[in-house]
């Protein structure tokens, strides 16, 4: 591509202020950014990102985003809101409809065909219909799948992925710190998370499809791994495990102090059986860390040999949003839908300004 | 592919009882074998690969290689005899005429570029003529390579990679051994290995790639990365020195003790600056181990964020013949040519059968 690509941000909070510096920064131009909430709203996006530079870039409101697509046309809408498919639909939607690429930080959007089915299945067509990519990326796209299938390809035999991955919730949104019950009583996260952890595989599914139960990020990511690696899952199941701290913990996120024995966060662990014969194992701890804690990725495979990899203290914030930036130029090359990023090629480092890795 | 794929192998020894069982074991078939040990030649590769089964196949002499090839027309041969590309230029060249595609665990092969030039671009005419491809794998295809290329597309800026990678000389042959001085008293690793350390870029690469100086892995490791990374080196400089252990260590390889004191083994460093900012500092360290030590590779990459990633107590050789096997597939559907792995679609764990990855 000759000229610059155009990006717009959706959702201007805590991983915005990354994703606008790095669109910045790797050469692209913003021409819109867009929020919800009134004390954003009307910003100057160069003060959301720090600096002291005003960039004549103004955060609008949310409701006014379709009309502005349609105006300013970007190559790319970086969405940073929520959580959920059900969350992002209405972003994904507004972009579809402008033929505009999307990409969005959203966990379940990883790879949504296996919890939202219904919803990626609409924003598919629309954007087929339309002629534009939809797709989910972050931390999990790399750290959780893109490298965990290129480890793979040094073993003779595998017959078990076994991954844990950690983060603080401190670090993130509140829709975050809700979905891993931060702050609930171990009563309170029996009763809305832990109730549905001796359901089997069909019937775990179902209730994550129709919305009754929410996927732990790994519902979702075990579906990447196996779409990547070529395997067939016969069996999903997903178990919601609190996780607690000896002494009280302040959260700033939830604006609360967590009382000792109650929930700092949640320990999902899905497990995955395929046809193949490889099961998957993984489990994220997401919770409020204690002052000596930090942030660990692990992915042990079993086979012909052992392997084992480790990365300490992952900067989880700016691996989500450099992973999520280097994806833009395939994107904005890939075929019309909502394509996972399982079916693109692997992201690579930027040596170069973003427009010059973009084909179309 | 709808049949089997049929393998050669060249070079009977330590690695070859791994890398034909993986072959088998991946559905490929094994139609002749190699070597120029009297020792070997004769005996049926079954009792070489051990667990008591005779396959049929014996191993030949390597005077007949190019009859045999040309008789049996085997899809790829695969090369483990010596490290350099002076030592498998033969072995490379019987294959190539006859239009058979190859790969070698040469380390030099990796990268040949920039180490061997004229043999490479003699081998790379003469595949092109007979339309076959050549290349060269093993641990630091994916360990040095692919891996750190993978990541490198999560980070937001680069300005380091540092890495850093230790394996056992006991786990590999005699020319091994020797290449990294093991067995050396410290005055002649100095005279043999370390003359060549105050050298500067330009001074080294021309003694290199006139055969005067031993390129260190990392020499074509960094020129991998460079090329796979979009890189412009625009200087290297390598130093090789001595590993020592406190007391006297037994060596089998060699046949002999290595007194306290003497070199154990080497750590080479290769740093290269390139035009994009980037430097990268590779070492690697292959030593006769002391009971208590193991195989590590390390990675940092410095910038936006940092991010470090350890395997720990990788199994060096079952990963070399693993990643190796792996890339065959892509090998075969390749353009003809030496193609080195940096041009290539990164292996893959292969599910199914060999044969099923081949498109051509
Ligand atoms: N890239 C990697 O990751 C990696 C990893 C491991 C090993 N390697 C390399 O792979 C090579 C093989 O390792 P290894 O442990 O299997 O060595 P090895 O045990 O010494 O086996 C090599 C075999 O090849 C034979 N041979 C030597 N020159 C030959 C020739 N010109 N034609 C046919 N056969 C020949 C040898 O015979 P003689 O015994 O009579 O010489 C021996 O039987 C070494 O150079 C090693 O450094 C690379």
Redesign the interface.
């Known amino acids: 591509m000759l000229r610059k690509v155009k990006a717009a941000q959706y959702g201007c909070g805590k991983m915005s202020v ?1 994703l606008m510096r ?1 669109l910045l ?2 050469g692209a131009d913003i021409v819109a950014a867009f929020d919800v909430n009134p004390a954003v709203i009307g910003k100057d996006i160069g003060e959301i990102i720090g600096g002291g530079k005003t960039l004549g870039v103004v955060v609008s409101d949310a409701r006014d985003a379709e009309r502005i697509l349609a105006e300013r046309k970007p190559d790319v809408c970086v969405i940073a809101t929520l959580s959920t498919m059900a969350d992002v639909g209405e972003a994904f939607t507004a972009c579809a409809r402008n033929g505009v690429n999307a990409i969005a930080t959203a966990e379940e959007a990883i790879f949504p065909w296996n919890s939202s089915p219904a919803i990626t299945a609409e924003l598919d067509a629309l954007a087929k219909q339309h002629g534009c990519t939809l797709a989910g990326s972050g ?1 999990p796209d ?2 959780w799948g ?2 965990v ?10 017959t078990r992925i076994v991954g844990s991955s950690s983060y603080n919730v401190e670090d993130y949104g509140i829709a975050l710190a809700r979905a891993h019950g931060a702050g609930l009583t171990l009563a309170e996260f029996a009763e809305q998370l832990g109730c549905n952890n001796d359901l089997g595989s069909r019937d775990i599914a179902q209730k994550i499809t129709t919305g009754e139960v929410a996927p732990s990020y790994m519902w979702n990511q075990n579906g990447w791994l196996c779409a990547r ?3 067939t899952a016969v069996s999903q199941v997903q178990k919601c495990l609190p996780m607690t701290h000896a002494t009280d913990l302040h959260s700033s996120t939830l604006g609360m102090t967590i009382k000792a024995g109650c929930a700092t966060g949640m320990s999902a662990v899905v497990v995955t059986e395929t046809a ?1 014969g ?1 099961t998957l194992e993984t489990q994220c701890i997401g919770k409020v860390y204690a002052p000596d804690e930090f942030d660990r990725n692990e992915w042990c495979f079993e086979g ?12 989880t914030v ?2 989500t ?3 999520l ?2 994806r833009i130029p395939a994107l904005i090359d890939a075929a019309p839908g909502y394509i996972s990023t399982d079916k693109l090629p ?4 930027l ?2 300004s973003m427009e010059s890795y973009v084909k179309g």
């Open positions: 990354y790095y920064e790797k931390y790399m750290y893109v490298l299938d290129t480890l793979a390809g040094s073993l003779h035999k595998l690696l070529g395997l193949e490889i012909e040999p052992d392997v084992t990899i480790t990365v300490d203290r992952p900067a700016e691996l949003c450099a992973t930036v280097n692997n992201n690579v480092y040596v170069r």
